[in-house]
Every structure is written in C-alpha cells, then in structure tokens.
C-alpha cells in the first residue's frame, strides 16, 4: 500500500463507507492518516465512585447490579439505566434511545464509562453518569488496561462514528512499516539535520501520539512535530516560487528615473510621506534590478498607495514597457482611471479601461492596441486576465487588494511577460498582522504605509444602542441638508425569516419614506445586476445622492471625499477588519467625520471589539486584535484566498512554531541548489497551490 491509494485499501471500509468518508474529504490514506482528531477524552485514570464530583467528567469502572428498562415521554423513549457498584459506592449510568443495549448490560458485567457526574434523581444522594461519552464492557479475564488512556474525538458523520474512526485509524497506524520493509511507506519529509536541530519527534512517532498519545506531554511533542512540517512545506513552497521568479527566467531591468518620472513626480498635489518615500526608493531598486520584484504594498485605508502604483507604472512606460493595473471591482477601476487619465493628461502616456461590461467592439478595438503597444497603461478588473489580452512588452503589473484574486490568477497575468518577466507590485488595503503576512504573502518581499498624508483628519468612531437611531438620523438628515454624504451599511439584503435585522432594503425603505423624506436616497448590495451598481454609485459619486443604504460591497468602493458619515447597523455582526474597511470610505476630504457604530449586543466579545475599534484609528493594530478574537478562518473568511488549508497548525497560536519553519525552510533553500525533494510533496499535498512550481 502506498499513502496515495484509495481509502478503500484499508481493511474493513468498503465503497459505503468510502462515499461517506469522500464527505469528509478523506478519498486516500494519507487523508485518513492527516484527519486529525479535534479533541481528546482523557480517560487514563478510573476516578472511585465515591470520590466523584457534580458537574466534573470522569471515568469510573464497576460491576453491574441491576439494569432498569422504562419508557417516557409522548414518544415512548427508551430509557436503559444500570446500577453500577465498584466497592466504594454505586452510580447510576443511563442511555436514552439505545435498546439494544439491553442484550448486552447484564449483572455482573463489568463496565467502563466516561461521561459527567450528576446527582442521581431520587437517588437519595445517590451519583449519577449522566451523559455518557463513552463505554466499554469487559468480557471475562479482561482487565480493561485497554480502555484506559487519551483517545481521539474525531469529526464525525452520520455513519461514520466514534468507534469506527478509532478502528480505522488504528488499522492505517498498524500498517506503518516500523523498519521491516513490509508495511506501509512513511517516509520522512524534514530533512535530519532540520529533525535534530529543532527536537522533533520521528514522523511515525508523530502520528502515532496525536491519534493516540499516551499523556498530555507525548501530544504536545505530536502536535508540534506536525505543525512543523505543515508550516515548513508551505515556506518551502513560498519560497520556491519567490526563488522560482528569481531564476527562471530574467526580469525586467528599469533604468533610474528621469525625465518623464520627474516631471509626474514634481505635478503631484502634495508631497509624499516618509513612509511613502520609504517604500519608493524599495520600489525604484526592485525595479532597476534584472530580478523580477515581487513586492506587496500594505497600507492602511487612505495611506496614499495608489499614488506609488501610479509612479511605478510611469517608470515602467518611461523605459518602453507597458503596465497593467488589476483591480477587484469595475467602480474602483474607472475611479482609477479617470484619476491616472488627469494626472497624466499633459505627459502624453496613453491609459486603456478594461472591464467586462465594455462593448464587444470597444474589447476588439482595445486588444488591438494592447497588442500593438497603441496603449500604455491598462487599467481594469479580472477581465484583464481573458484570454484575448496580449500585452507587446508588458513590464510591471499592479494588483490591488491581490488576496481577493489569489496566486494563480496574479500568475496568469504575470505570463503575459515576453522573454522577461515583469515586475509585480501588489497593494492591500487589509492590514495583516506578520503571522498571516508570512504565510499567504511569504513569496513577496513587503513594505508597509502606516502613516496617513498631512491634512487627513482621523474618524471620531462612536458605539451607540439602537435606541438611539431617531437621534443618528437626525443627524444624518442635518448633514444632507447641508449637502454632505453618508453612508448606511446593514448586515443583510432582505429580510430574512432566520435572522431577526435590519435588511438593506427595509432601512432604505423605512428612511427614505421617513426621516429622510424628500432627502436624495440610495440602494447598493451585491444581488444588483453589476450596470445597476455601477449607476447607482456613480450618482453617489457625483453627490445626486445623499444617502447611501448599501451591504459591503462599498467595503472596497469609490473615493468620495464629500462623505462625512457613516453609520453601521448591528456592527457586532461584522468583524473589527472590515469594520474598518467600512469606515476607510469617510474621512477622505478635510471635513470633519463621524462613523456610528449601532449595536445591542450584549456579549463581551462584540463589546470588545467595538470599544478596540472606537479607541484606535491603527488598521494594523485592529487586525492584531481581530485575529486575536475571531481566529484566522473567519479573518480570511471560509477559503483564506488561496492559502493552502492547515490541518494542524494555527497560525495564531503557534506563531513561534511559523517562524522557526520559515528559519528552516530559509536555511534548506540556502544549503542547497533546489528543493526537489519538497516539490512532490507540495504537488501532492497541496495540489493547485503549488502547481505552478517548477525544478528550480
């Protein structure tokens, strides 16, 4: 057997059990080997009777008494309870629903059973097992050693319980060649010098304590050990393609600023910030080099990115490339380009808008000059990466927010390069705290903005109940009057007969029928046909609407400097970052701005939040802290973007684990000429993440 193969190699599972498992995403060993469990029952000690406690779990050993069957309810449940006694005491121990149990509890008997201690009902005093985890009954001469340890609890399904998963985990375990040659290949994957350095555990050793560990130390060393490898494949694999756009292939080499840039540079309004400055000059020697720069960009809301992105691409133009500028949303890309269309209005640089829902001809007519080098700069959404889009001599691509495109469509765009590669700047608005930034950014070099321009005066954020919503109304009418914007963000669209709030759709109609009579409203949210949207913010952008009612989709939105307000119903339903996000859509101008955050939770994880987000204007301070609360799945949301899913590892948690993986991955790449042992284990484990990774 080899890891790869078919989970129904294992002994005892058939193709029933396969289908069921598939649910799981268990389809090979090796699946099976990694399904690790989500927690642990401790059962290595057997806890007297006598000396239980109420409320505590425990596991106690005994002889059965008595069993007592009776029925209950309008359902007729079966309830099976035995008397257990172990010579210090008796406990009662019940099973609801479990018939057949019958059969089987016999006086006499001996049992194990794990579960939580209960004052028994008209026990007299008497203990109860009230909710019983597990169970064991020994047969004659059994002294149950067996069934004393730590065992795993897996993630289950209907079919597939408890027991099953455990007899099936300890086949797989059993099958691992120990040295003999005959069993099943495990290989190790750490190189030994990496094993030894870091004192981690023999692979083997390693699956074998975290399925079924014999104390809480041997599963300590376990989980490390794993969580090791799992964040020393992805450096590896980051490292890879940072090294893999290195060597490949040639970069494209820029010469030093002149005339063209100097003449942007001096026309911009404002001068830039150190910090802006900073990442420049990291910039400009990426650029020079004949290696390709592959450099993200972080910076808060308003930090001033996009004037970096627009530099880059003059310089590329200025030395006879083109540049490409990807953006998420169709709103964000026009804004972009009228904004680069008027800065560069007099230097005679040619800028192109590419979007999905430009006419068929206008396509034709903009590849033509693409192809033709009749265009400069091409700004625009993912339709930049449709097939019919060939640059001449493309030397710099620009993505903003590049974790809502994920690595391979960057690398689609990325191919459009000749015989060199072009330069990649990427940009985010999400600040990232460095744990996450390793781990999905770690093939980049990075550069941070933290600092906003002169002039941008902070939001004043303010958390109020909803009782108070006539009064935040009111005010946002008085501001319409005197012909500023707002914002109101709601956590759904419709109504919804699961969730008890505000829609989109009731707040725009419960205003703009109300206390906003006669004030220009506006409705925006994501089930709106993409024409609808665009019309809609346009207006809003042009200030024929006042008030704009909308879900997140304004989260990465146009630029409005006249918007001073922003109100947010039940902000407890969304996380601090994009909290954040929502409130880097006002403050824009040099008016004064106010971000009302509407909430009645009542639970101290929310009011945490909202406080941390009241008291700190600092993006990167807010997603240390949302990380801190919500965890990295719900920070990233359900997919992470394109980072590989951990099974073990925790990036938060285990963030001296991450960076001695990644000092080890640096020192195996700097030890050796290539990582070709890694690479079929990238391919295999990770699949499409890796699979642009080449022998390099």
Not at 420 to 444: E, F, H, K, N, S
């Amino acid at each position: 057997m080899k890891l790869l193969d078919s989970i129904q190699m294992l002994k005892g599972i058939g193709p029933k059990k396969a289908k069921l498992l598939q649910k799981l995403g268990i389809v090979t060993l090796y699946d099976l080997l990694t399904y690790y469990p989500r927690s642990y029952e401790d059962q290595s000690t057997v806890t007297p009777i006598a000396e239980l406690f109420v409320g505590e779990r425990a596991t106690i050993a005994g002889n059965i008494m008595n069993v007592v069957e009776k029925q209950a309810g309008r359902r007729r449940m079966t309830i099976l309870t035995a008397l257990v006694g172990d010579g210090t005491g008796f406990a009662q121990v019940t099973w609801f629903n479990q018939p057949f149990l019958k059969t089987k509890l016999k006086a006499g008997r001996r049992l194990f059973v794990t579960g939580k201690a209960a004052y028994a009902y008209g026990g007299r005093g008497q203990m109860e097992i009230a909710q019983v985890q597990s169970y064991a009954l020994l047969d004659e001469g059994e002294d149950g050693a067996e069934h004393l340890g730590i065992f795993p609890v897996y993630g289950a399904t209907d079919g597939l319980n408890q027991a099953f998963f455990r007899k099936a985990v300890r086949t797989l375990l059993d099958a691992i060649d120990d040295g003999d040659g005959d069993g099943l290949a495990l290989s190790e994957v750490l190189p030994q010098g990496i094993a030894e350095r870091y004192h981690l555990l023999p692979r083997s050793a390693a699956f074998r304590a975290i399925h079924f560990p014999k104390d809480a130390e041997e599963l300590k060393d376990a989980r490390r050990r794993l969580a090791f490898e799992e964040l020393y494949l992805i450096q590896c694999g980051l490292l890879l393609l940072k090294k893999q756009a290195r060597v490949a292939q040639k970069g494209v080499r820029h010469l030093a600023c002149s005339t063209l840039s100097r003449q942007v540079f001096s026309h911009l309004p404002f001068r830039l910030t150190d910090d802006q400055a900073s990442v420049w000059q990291d910039i400009c020697r990426d650029m020079e080099s004949d290696v390709p720069m592959r450099r993200l960009v972080q910076g808060d809301v308003g930090s001033g990115k996009t004037v970096l992105a627009l530099l880059a691409l003059v310089k590329t133009v200025e030395n006879g490339f083109q540049g490409a500028l990807m953006v998420p949303t169709e709103i964000l890309a026009r804004q972009h380009y009228e904004t680069f269309t008027r800065q560069l209005a007099n230097t005679g640089i040619r800028v192109g808008f590419l979007s999905g829902h430009i006419t068929a001809k206008e396509k034709r007519e903009l590849y033509e000059r693409i192809t033709s080098h009749e265009v400069d700069i091409v700004i625009g959404t993912h339709a930049l990466l449709q097939e019919g889009v060939q640059f001449a001599s493309l030397g710099l691509v620009v993505t903003d927010e590049q974790h809502r495109f994920g690595v391979a469509q960057r690398s689609t765009l990325e191919k459009q390069g000749t015989e060199r590669l072009p330069d990649v700047l990427v940009m985010t608005a999400t600040p990232i705290p460095r744990t996450m930034t390793l781990t999905v950014y770690g093939d980049l070099d990075v550069s941070q903005v933290r600092h906003l321009p002169p002039g941008r005066k902070p939001v004043r954020t303010f958390v109020r109940t909803s009782d108070r919503r006539p009064l935040i109304y009111k005010y946002v009418r008085t501001q319409a009057e005197a012909g500023r914007q707002s914002y109101v963000v709601c956590p759904l669209v419709e109504q919804s007969d699961e969730e008890d709030l505000p829609s989109a759709e009731e707040v725009y109609d419960e205003l703009r029928y109300g206390i906003l009579r006669g004030i220009p409203c506006g409705l925006v949210h994501g089930r709106m046909k993409d024409a609808e949207k665009e019309a809609v913010m346009q207006a809003f952008y042009e200030n024929r609407i006042r008030v704009l009612v909308s879900t997140t989709v304004i989260e990465v939105g146009v630029n409005v400097p006249n918007a001073t307000t922003l109100v947010v119903e039940h902000a407890d339903r969304f996380g601090l970052a994009q909290l954040h996000q929502l409130r880097g859509r006002i403050g824009r101008g040099d008016l004064a701005s106010y971000c009302i955050l509407v909430s009645d939770s009542r639970t101290e994880t929310a009011r945490e939040r909202l406080s941390i987000l009241a008291a700190t204007q600092d993006g990167f301070q807010l997603a240390e802290e949302d990380l801190r609360l919500r965890g990295p799945g719900q920070f990233f949301g359900a997919r992470q973007h394109g980072l590989p899913d951990l099974k073990i590892a925790d990036v938060l948690k285990d963030t001296d684990i991450l960076l001695e993986a990644r000092q080890a991955a640096q020192e195996t790449l700097g030890r050796q000429e290539n990582l070709s042992f890694v690479r079929p284990i990238l391919a295999s484990h990770y699949k499409e993440q890796f699979e642009h990774i080449t022998d390099v």
